[in-house]
């Protein structure tokens, strides 16, 4: 209550808004950041939206995308140190840390403008002046409805703005599967339907848009690259740099791939493991008790939800493979008890 009052305050006159999201921004990152832009824009405040990398074709339906500053150190480094640094207000959407944000996290440590946290994963860093952070909550963009809401400004959500936040919940809670899907996320699509959403379009411009080669590259990784280890309830796939590279693999050619080894019966724990070159990326899945965030905190520098959390490794792949599964027997337990 006290952050809607002093964010309310602080929005009261026009201001220079700027909103950032994570690196890769997948469809809650942007969808909340276009969803909050929109609305911030009918208010009357001036709004640049920044990400700190490029992002999947498949988001580039949104309302907003063509004014989004795609972040990239070699072009546009000064512009958006300045567009920062020029910011009255920062809002920061769906990452808990500012290593999440890469080279932008110490120009906006450092920016004067007001900090505004608006994100839904475990143990948020404490850099914002602002904070709505809800664990609890499916989806970014379901905190950034609610905000809305509680600014007063629920008939400000538009059909434009409504695709946006739809987008991010349907992604984030798998499709509505995912046990955070609480009445509340009901709730709100029920808000998102009435202003005009179409809700099956959304979920084909996202889920039904694979190009050719990404649909037989995933058949090769199913195929060819998915290990199943019975004994710890644990699937993964690892994928090199020179795979991605003959399968000519865009930004989100992987996304969901490690859905179809959580997907396998029987098995809790599935992660993938990919060489972007200058690092090894990890996402991590689980189904039940199994804290993937507590996992990748304690062996990948990473973190997220408790069923839904990534990692990084600076080892080679193979080193990092390796690492990963010197891990599972002290987990043995955990992963095969009945839950
Ligand atoms: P994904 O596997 O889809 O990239 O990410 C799953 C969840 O973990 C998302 O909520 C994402 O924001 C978070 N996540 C992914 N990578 C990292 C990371 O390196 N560090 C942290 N803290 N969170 C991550
Ligand atoms: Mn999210």
């Known amino acids: 209550m006290q952050q809607i009052t002093a964010l309310k305050?602080?929005?009261?006159?026009?201001?220079?808004?700027?909103?950032?999201?994570?690196?890769?921004p997948d469809a809650d990152a942007l969808g909340s950041s276009l969803g909050l832009a929109g609305y911030l824009k009918k208010k009357g405040h001036v709004v640049t939206v920044v990400t700190p990398s490029d992002y999947p074709d498949?988001?580039?339906?949104?309302?907003?995308?063509?004014?989004?500053?795609?972040?990239?150190?070699?072009?546009?480094?000064?512009?958006?140190?300045k567009l920062i640094n020029q910011a009255n207000v920062i809002f920061c959407l769906d990452f808990s840390s500012l290593s999440r944000i890469?080279?932008?996290g110490p120009y906006v440590q450092e920016a004067p403008g007001v900090k505004v946290l608006v994100d839904h994963h475990l143990e948020p860093e404490n850099f914002a002046e602002i904070s709505f952070s809800n664990t609890k909550a499916a989806a970014t963009a379901e905190l950034v409805f609610e905000l809305i809401r509680d600014l007063g400004d629920q008939?400000?959500?538009?059909?434009?703005?409504?695709?946006?936040?739809?987008?991010?919940?349907m992604t984030d809670t798998g499709s509505f599967r995912h046990p955070s899907t609480s009445r509340n996320v009901h709730l709100i699509i029920a808000e998102l339907l009435h202003v005009g959403v179409n809700t099956s379009n959304i979920h084909r411009l996202i889920y039904d848009s694979h190009t050719e080669t990404r649909l037989r590259f995933l058949g090769y990784v199913l195929k060819d690259k998915l290990t199943v280890l019975r004994e710890f309830r644990t699937a993964y796939i690892a994928i090199t740099a020179d795979e991605l590279k003959h399968y000519d693999s865009k930004t989100g050619?992987?996304?969901g791939l490690v859905n179809f080894a959580l997907s396998i019966e029987g098995v809790v724990f599935a992660a993938l493991?990919?060489?972007?070159?200058?690092?090894?990326k990890m996402s991590f899945r689980s189904v039940g008790d199994f804290s993937v965030n507590d996992f990748a905190r304690k062996h990948f520098q990473g973190g997220g939800h408790r069923n839904a959390a990534g990692g990084i490794s600076?080892?080679?792949?193979?080193?990092?493979?390796?690492k990963f599964l010197q891990t599972l027997p002290e987990y043995k337990d955990q992963l095969t008890k009945d839950n």
């Not at 959500?157 to 946006?164: A, F, L, N, R």
Request: hydrophobic share 35%.
């Open 9 to 24: 305050e602080l929005l009261q006159e026009p201001k220079e808004i700027l909103i950032t999201t994570h690196h890769k």
């Open 58 to 81: 498949f988001l580039n339906w949104m309302n907003g995308n063509n004014e989004v500053i795609t972040y990239d150190p070699n072009v546009n480094d000064e512009l958006v140190r």
């Open 102 to 104: 890469n080279e932008l």
């Open 155 to 169: 008939s400000l959500i538009d059909v434009h703005i409504g695709e946006c936040l739809y987008a991010g919940i």
């Open 253 to 255: 050619d992987t996304e």
């Open 273 to 280: 493991i990919i060489d972007r070159s200058n690092a090894v």
């Open 314 to 322: 600076y080892d080679s792949l193979t080193d990092t493979v390796a």
